[in-house]
């Protein structure tokens, strides 16, 4: 098993470019969540899927999509990159959500210059 | 809102002395919580994690943490540090009934020989 994996692990932008980030997951885990974990700020939640076919608003989703086409993928999607959002992003899976372990990704390292 | 406290933003600490990073919560509901630790340039790793029954809970490498809800606190601790302890530790709440997480700011644990 990979367990969760990210694709790309760094990445660098100027202003107003695109790009997408991926994640997969061979755990069969229904629930999917990107994060973003800036200096003294923890983790933020930014969007999360509960099952294929659906997504949801964490805390922070502004400027950011997202897709879960299929179970074991979700992709974040940049439309037009900003310096703010500069940061290092996790992708994590978890079976069932709530009490479950979330099993996270290496990370992707962004920078928007 | 859901909310978690680590007052500490760096905790020092000799090796073989004992440890313990503080976590303090606010939800509404009965608190699921959890520890994450995560070393240099990796994803977050699960530690351990509280759901019902004994206040007390064992979890991986060692550490323990209590859960106290009189002073809604969930401290995180480990007899005997080891220099290999030094890490990025994070504590979660999921409110009960809730699919996601929500983050404290970390606490960075070093372990001097």
């Known amino acids: 098993n990979a367990g969760v994996t990210q694709t790309p692990k760094f990445r660098v932008l100027k202003t107003g470019q695109s790009m997408t980030l991926l994640c997969a997951q061979d755990?069969?885990?229904?629930?999917m969540y990107w994060y973003r974990q800036d200096p003294g700020m923890g983790l933020r939640l930014i969007h999360y899927?509960?099952?294929?076919?659906?997504?949801a608003k964490g805390e922070v989703p502004d400027g950011y999509n997202v897709s879960r086409l299929k179970k074991q993928n979700f992709l974040l999607g940049l439309e037009s990159a900003a310096p703010s959002q500069t940061s290092v992003y996790f992708c994590?899976?978890?079976?069932?959500?709530?009490?479950?372990?979330?099993?996270f990704g290496p990370g992707t390292r962004l920078t928007v210059l | 809102a859901q909310s978690v406290a680590q007052p500490e933003d760096q905790v020092n600490v000799a090796e073989g002395n004992p440890l313990t990073v503080k976590c303090t919560y606010s939800?509404?509901?009965?608190?699921?919580l959890f520890w994450y630790v995560q070393y240099p340039n990796r994803g977050l790793q699960f530690l351990l994690k509280?759901?019902?029954?004994?206040?007390l809970v064992k979890g991986s490498y060692g550490f323990e943490a209590e859960f106290n809800k009189s002073q809604t606190s969930f401290h995180l601790k480990k007899p005997s540090a080891l220099v290999s302890d030094s890490a990025l530790y994070f504590c979660?709440?999921?409110?009960?009934?809730?699919?996601?997480?929500?983050f404290g700011t970390g606490t960075r644990l070093l372990v001097s020989p």
């Open positions: 939800v509404s509901g009965n608190p699921y």
């Open positions: 994590a899976s978890t079976l069932t959500g709530g009490t479950d372990t979330q099993y």
């Open positions: 979660a709440v999921s409110p009960t009934g809730f699919q996601k997480l929500v």
């Open positions: 899927s509960v099952g294929e076919g659906t997504t």
């Open positions: 755990m069969n885990h229904e629930y």
């Open positions: 509280y759901i019902t029954g004994d206040n």
